[in-house]
């Protein structure tokens, strides 16, 4: 059955390309990106000194979108080394990631903040990708879906309907990124099934039917129609498997965007 949702391909460079990489890496998608069948939005988050060039490289593509990968949560002030949703709407970011698994692992990023940062970002125009997901731990416990229940009520907490329509949900489980080993089609369906029920119980029918949720975790051209299978998953995150165009290129493909 057609959701009605746009299906989304998410690029995560992560800290990785020079300037001249990355104006290369997107001239050359928006050159393959023409040539592809089918309705998907491609979100290309990169370093934050990219992208004014990143989005100068985008511009003449409307399938591209630009995106971050972090904000503060402050509009503005005294915070060394801090970039604001202001500045990253003014360099022509409109998306930002919030919340990704090696921010909470390595710089103390906590569910609270991922609310905060949400917000400041809603205000500026720009959508955040929040990435929600279980660690390994807690799925061997059997607390996937408690940990989803979770992070969606208090990331989201005190939103609005229609802000809730205009954020990505990215479910990533911990132990699936960068190793190697996503999540099976079912495992990623369950999980993202529950998501968008948790959002239809605290906000509405209608945002639930219309927030992506979109998959991330060792995504590449060889799994990503498995993963796409799924009636809840809306779109995949690619982190390692994007940093070759080519590999990405293949990967949106094969996203299938007629399902
Ligand atoms: P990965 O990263 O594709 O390398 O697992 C995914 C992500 O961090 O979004």
Redesign the pocket.
Known sequence: MDSGRKVIV?S?W?MHKTHAEAVAWIEALGRAAGAIPGERELIVCVPFVHLRAAALAAAPHPVLSIGAQNVHWAPAGAFTGEISAAMLADAGARYC?VG???RREHFGETDERVNRKIRILLTHGIRPIV?IGESLAQREKGLTLQQVKRQVAVCFEGLMSAEMERTVV?Y?PVW?????I?ATAPQAQEAHRFAREAIAATYSADAARAVRIIY?????ARNVSAIMAGEDIDGV??????LDVGEFVEIVKRSCPNR
């Open positions: 998410q995560n992560k990631v990704h698994s090696e990435c990215l990533e699936s990124i960068g190793t190697g996503s991330g975790g060792s995504v590449k995150g690619v982190g390692s498997g994007s």
